[in-house]
C-alpha cells in the first residue's frame, strides 16, 4: 500500500524545449569517460596504465581511502588516455570502445536467495558501488556503514528532467533483482517514491515501501523525500541510488554483466533532436546533439544543477539528460527596472510572468545582476520545503561554525536541495557551492 507524500513549498519551472518520449538508439561513441570528480571527495588510484585492453566491467581505479569502492569501465576498449590537472590529480580516464562490448563475467546470482556479504562484493567489484550515495553529505556511500533505510526516487519535477517512469519502463525485471539486491544492504526498509508518470511502471514492485509524491519541485529530491519520511539524525546513515542505477545493479546479478546502459533525454530550447537517447554512461555529448554554436550552452543534467560542458566532451557519470539553452551574453538596457521584461520567468514578480502559470518560457544563463549582500525576503523559504532554515545555514557555512550548522540541519541536506533557493535568491551567491564547502568541512570535522 502505497503513501501519499504532499509537498507545497517549491517552484515549478515551465521551460520550452521538453523531449519526446520516443526512445532511440545512440551511436555508439569513439570514445567513453569516466571522470573523478563526478565522485566527491574520491581520490582515485589507478589499477591500469595508458595502452591497456580492457573489457566492459573491468576495474580501472578504486577509491585511495576505501579500496572497497572500485570503478569499472562501462565499455570494452583501450585506455586511451588518463587526463591530468594540477598537482597531477585525475581528471577524467578516456577509453577508446571496441565496435562491440565484451563483458567480463561476474557470472549470475540470485540476489534474494544468496547471503548479505556475497551481494554486497558482487555489487562492489563489479563497480555498482559507485551508484549508491550516502546522507548525510550526499557521497559516494561507505561500504563498512549500514544504513538504516534506502531511498530510491523515480519522482521528477526538476525542469526539464527525463522523465523516470519512460526510462524504466522497459527495465522492471531488473529493477527488481536491483531491489532484491539492496535490500540485503540494511535491516531497514527500502523507500521507492514515485510520481503518476512512474507509478504506473513500479506499483507492482516487491519488497519495498512505495510513496506516492505530490507538489512542485524540488519535491522529486530524494533529501526532501527522506526529510519527509525517515529524517536523518548525527550518527545515522541513509543510502540513495537512482532508479535506472537500480537496473544496472539487477542486470549484473542476472546476467552476470556489467552493463552500463544510460537513457539520455536531450532537452532544451537550443535542441534540434529532443528525444530519449540508449546511450551508454561516460559517452561523447557530440553523438547526441551533433554541431552546435557558440552561442548555446551545453550542460550535463538539468538546467539547476547540470554542470556546463562543451562539445566533443562526455556526460557526465551520474546524468540522465542533456540541456541545451541560450548563453547569456546579452544585456538588458535598465534591466533594473520592473515590468520592463516580461518574456522572462520571475519569482519575485518584477515581470508580468507570475500572470501566466502555465507559460513556457526559454531561460539563458544571464544572472541578472551581481553579488550582493544577503537579505531577509522570506523568498528562500518559499521554495525549501524542509524545516530547514535556509539563509541562517547558509550564513553558518560560509562562517565555517560547525556547532551552527548541526543545529541548522547540514545534516539533512545536499547541494541539489539549495538548487531553487539559488534561482530565487537577490544576493546572486552560489548557494550550491556554499553549502558544498559547508559538507566537507563537516566530512573533515566530523567524518
Known sequence: MSKDIRIKRGLTLRLEGEAEKELVKAPRSKTYSIKPPDFHTVVPKMVVKEGAKLLA????????????????????????????????????????????????????????????????????????????????????????????????????????????????????????????AL???????????????????????????????????????????????????????????????????????????????RTIAVTGSEASNRKYFQAIIGANVADFIGEVSD???????????????????????????????????NYRLFGWLPFTYNNIHSNSRTSLSWLFPKKKYTPTTNLNGEERALVVTGEMEEVLPMDVYPMQLIKACMAGDIEKMENLGIYEVAPEDFALVEYVNTSKLEVQEVIRLGLDLMITEVG
Open 183 to 261: 535490500k540485503k544492504l540494511t535491516p531497514g526498509t527500502v523507500h521507492l517514491c514515485v510520481d503518476d508518470s512512474s507509478a504506473e511502471y513500479l506499483k507492482n514492485i516487491q519488497g519495498v515501501e512505495l510513496h506516492h509524491v505530490k507538489g512542485p519541485h524540488p519535491a522529486g529530491n530524494v533529501g526532501v523525500q527522506i526529510h519527509k519520511i525517515d529524517p536523518i539524525n548525527r550518527g545515522e546513515r541513509v543510502w540513495t541510488v537512482g532508479v535506472e542505477d537500480v537496473a544496472i545493479i539487477g542486470n549484473v546479478f542476472l546476467t552476470g554483466e556489467f552493463r552500463a546502459e
Open 57 to 180: 566491467g573491468d576495474e580501472i581505479f578504486y577509491s585511495k581511502y576505501t579500496d572497497q569502492i572500485r570503478f569499472t569501465t562501462p565499455v570494452s576498449g583501450v585506455l586511451k588516455e588518463i587526463k591530468r590537472g594540477d598537482k597531477r590529480r585525475i581528471l577524467e580516464v578516456i577509453i577508446e570502445a571496441d565496435p562491440e562490448n565484451v563483458y567480463r563475467d561476474f557470472g549470475k546470482m540470485d540476489a534474494a536467495k544468496a547471503e548479505a556479504k556475497d551481494v554486497k562484493e558482487r555489487i562492489l567489484e563489479s563497480g555498482c558501488g559507485a551508484f549508491i550515495y550516502q546522507r548525510p553529505y550526499d557521497i559516494v556511500a561507505d561500504p563498512a556503514d549500514t544504513p538504516k533505510a534506502i531511498f530510491i526516487s523515480a519522482a521528477t519535477t526538476a525542469p526539464l528532467a527525463a522523465d523516470k517512469g519512460f526510462i524504466i519502463k522497459d527495465k522492471l525485471e531488473a529493477f527488481q533483482e536491483g531491489i532484491n
Open 295 to 329: 552561442s548555446v550552452r551545453i550542460i550535463s543534467g538539468d538546467v539547476l544543477t547540470g554542470t556546463k560542458l562543451s562539445n566533443g566532451q562526455h556526460i557526465c557519470f551520474h546524468d540522465n539528460e542533456v540541456t541545451m539553452i541560450p548563453e547569456g551574453d
